[in-house]
C-alpha cells in the first residue's frame, strides 16, 4: 500500500457493474397480477422472460424467445397448459419442452427451453436464478411472512418502479445510517447490523421529528422499531412497527427489486398492516395504503440520489458511518459460484453504532428548524 | 467481479483479537467508542458460542451474545483493547 501525502487527493475507484447477475431467489411481484391466464413478459436477468399460469393453476416461467425462430412467446397465448408462440403457434410447457406443433407430425430432438424455478409463498411469485444452473437448498429458502394472507392482515399493498442504476445501490442502504435522516427525514435512534450465512439484518429505531408536523387530521407518530433482513440478494422482509399516541401500528414491509440489465432494476415494495381494535379493517386498509404513500416517497428519495451519484467501490467513510465495505463482502458471495464462496463472505459481523454524536447533531438542527419556522415569514413591503 | 477493497477505517485501527472468557471463542473486535463495537466471527467461534451456537436459521440473526460484553469491558479496563474515539 502506498502511504498517503497529507496533499494527495483522494480519487473515487469504481469497476463496471458485473455483467454476472446475483444468486437467488428473486420475488417477481403478486401472484394475482400474474394468474390471469395471460402471457405476461418479465425483462430481467439480461432477458426477457414469459410468466403465464396454464390450466393447470401452476404459474410458469420459460425463456420467452421460441427455440424454433426466436418468435417473443410472451406475445402469444395460454393454450391449455401451454404457452402457444405467436409466430409459428409451437406450444411450450411449464417444464421447458415443446409439447407440439400443431402442422408438424413429429416434435424435433432437444426442443426444450430454459424453465425457471419458481415459488409462490404468501401471495407472491418468486423466480430462481443460478449463472450455474443449479437448484434452490433449503438452506436459502425464503421465510414465510407471518399475516401474509391472514384475515387479520391487510392484503398486500403494492408498488413497482424502474430504477435506472446497479443494484448495489439499494443494497448499500442496510448500512447507510446517516442517509435515513439527510434524505429520508428520519430520527435514527438506534442502529446495528448483522451478517451471517446469506442473511443481512438491520435493526433500527426512529424517533418521529418535531419538525415535520403531522398531516391534518392524523395521529402523531412517536417512532418506529424495525427489523429488516436480505435473505438472499435481493428479498427484504422489514418486521416495522409504528408508534402512535394511541397505540402501535404493526406492519410488514418487504423490499425487492430484481435486475434488469447490470444497470438498471425493478424495485418493488409491499406492505401489510395488521387489524386490531383500534384498527379495524378500513382503517388498517388505510394505513396501509397511506404508510405505502410515505415508503414511496421515500424511495423516491434514493431515486433522485442515485440519479446523480457516482458509482464508488472505495468509499470514505467516518466511524459514524456503517459497514459498507464489510456488507459489500456478504454481497458478493451471491456473484461468485457456489465453490468460491469464501468463508469471510458468509461468516457472522456484527456492527453497532453509537449515536451519540449524530444524535446531538440532528436535534440541534431540528430545533434550529423549528426555530426557523416559528418566526413570523419577512414580507416584501 | 469487483475487487473487494479495505475499510479506510480499518487502515488507521485494524481489527484486534479476542477471547470470550465465558466460552473462550475467538473473535476479532475493534471499538469506535465506548458504545460502538465491530465484532467479527468465524464459524468456529459461533459454535463456541452458548448463545449464538444455538440460534436457529434462518430469520433475523441473533442481535448478539449477551455474554460477551463483561469480556469487551475487562479488554478496555486492562488497556488491551484501544477506543478510537473517546468523547
Same mark, same amino acid.
Given at each position: #500500500?502506498?502511504?498517503? +501525502? ?9 469497476? *463496471? ?30 432477458? /426477457? $422472460? ?11 416461467? @420459460? ?24 409466430? =409459428? ?19 424435433? #430432438? @432437444? ?45 398486500? =399493498? ?5 430504477? %435506472? ?12 445510517? !446517516? ?12 442502529? /446495528? ?40 440478494? *435481493? ?13 402501535? =401500528? ?91 464462496? +469464501? ?9 453497532? @453504532? ?16 423549528? !426555530? ?10 | ?13 485494524? #481489527? ?8 473462550? !471463542? ?8 465506548? =458504545?460502538?463495537?465491530? @465484532?467479527?466471527? %468465524? ?37 488491551? $483493547? ?6
Amino acid at each position: #500500500m502506498t502511504s498517503l +501525502q497529507p496533499d494527495e487527493i483522494r480519487l473515487i475507484e469504481a469497476d *463496471s457493474a458485473p455483467s454476472r447477475f446475483a444468486r437467488g431467489w428473486h420475488c417477481l411481484g403478486l401472484v394475482r397480477d400474474f394468474a390471469d391466464g395471460k402471457p405476461h413478459t418479465v425483462h430481467a436477468f439480461g432477458t /426477457k $422472460l414469459v410468466v403465464f399460469r396454464g390450466e393447470s393453476g401452476k404459474i410458469n416461467i @420459460l425463456d420467452s424467445y421460441c427455440r424454433h425462430l426466436g418468435g417473443d412467446l410472451s406475445q402469444g397465448e395460454v393454450k391449455g397448459d401451454e404457452i402457444a408462440c405467436p409466430f =409459428h403457434d409451437w406450444r411450450w410447457g411449464g417444464d421447458g419442452r415443446c409439447k407440439q406443433i400443431p402442422y408438424s407430425k413429429r416434435v424435433p #430432438m @432437444l426442443a426444450r427451453t430454459r424453465a425457471w424455478t419458481t415459488l409462490e409463498q404468501d401471495g407472491l411469485l418468486f423466480v430462481w436464478h443460478d449463472p450455474e444452473g443449479k437448484k434452490p437448498t433449503e438452506e436459502v429458502a425464503i421465510p414465510r411472512i407471518e399475516g401474509a394472507e391472514s384475515d387479520e392482515w391487510t392484503d398486500w =399493498h403494492w408498488y413497482t418502479t424502474v430504477v %435506472n442504476t446497479n443494484c448495489r445501490e439499494i443494497i448499500d442502504n442496510v448500512v447507510d445510517m !446517516a442517509h435515513f435522516f439527510y434524505v429520508h427525514g428520519s430520527l435514527p435512534t438506534y442502529f /446495528k447490523n448483522v451478517f451471517e450465512g446469506h442473511v443481512a439484518t438491520q435493526y433500527m429505531n426512529g424517533d418521529a421529528r418535531d419538525d415535520y408536523p403531522a398531516p391534518e387530521g392524523q395521529p402523531k407518530m412517536l417512532g418506529t422499531t424495525s427489523v429488516a433482513s436480505y435473505y438472499g440478494p *435481493s428479498f427484504m422482509i422489514d418486521d416495522l412497527t409504528y408508534h402512535y399516541e394511541f397505540g402501535d =401500528h404493526h406492519t410488514v414491509l418487504l423490499n425487492c427489486h430484481y435486475p434488469i440489465s447490470a444497470d438498471s432494476f425493478v424495485l418493488q415494495y409491499g406492505i401489510i398492516v395488521k387489524k386490531s381494535a383500534s384498527l379495524p379493517e378500513d382503517a388498517a386498509m388505510a394505513s396501509a395504503i397511506a404508510l405505502g404513500d410515505y415508503i414511496k416517497v421515500g424511495f423516491e428519495q434514493d431515486v433522485e440520489i442515485w440519479k446523480n451519484k457516482a458509482r464508488i467501490d472505495n468509499p470514505l467513510l467516518c466511524e459514524e458511518d456503517g459497514p459498507v465495505y464489510q456488507l459489500r463482502r456478504w454481497y458478493e458471495q451471491f456473484y461468485v459460484d457456489v465453490a468460491d464462496v +469464501q468463508p469471510e463472505m458468509v461468516d457472522r459481523f456484527e456492527y453497532e @453504532l453509537d449515536l451519540t454524536r449524530p444524535t446531538k447533531a440532528w436535534h440541534d438542527e431540528v430545533a434550529a428548524n423549528i !426555530a426557523r419556522q416559528a418566526k413570523p415569514t419577512e414580507t416584501a413591503p | 467481479m469487483s475487487e473487494l477493497r479495505t475499510d479506510n477505517r480499518l487502515d488507521d485501527v485494524p #481489527m484486534q483479537p479476542l477471547r470470550c472468557q465465558h466460552c473462550a !471463542a475467538r473473535l476479532l473486535v475493534r471499538k469506535s467508542t465506548v =458504545h460502538q463495537t465491530s @465484532l467479527q466471527w %468465524n464459524a468456529e467461534a459461533v459454535e463456541a458460542c452458548a448463545e449464538l451456537g444455538a440460534s436457529p436459521m434462518p430469520g433475523p440473526a441473533l442481535a448478539g451474545c449477551s455474554r460477551l460484553k463483561e469480556s469487551l469491558e475487562a479488554e478496555v479496563a486492562a488497556g488491551r $483493547l484501544r477506543i478510537v474515539q473517546t468523547v
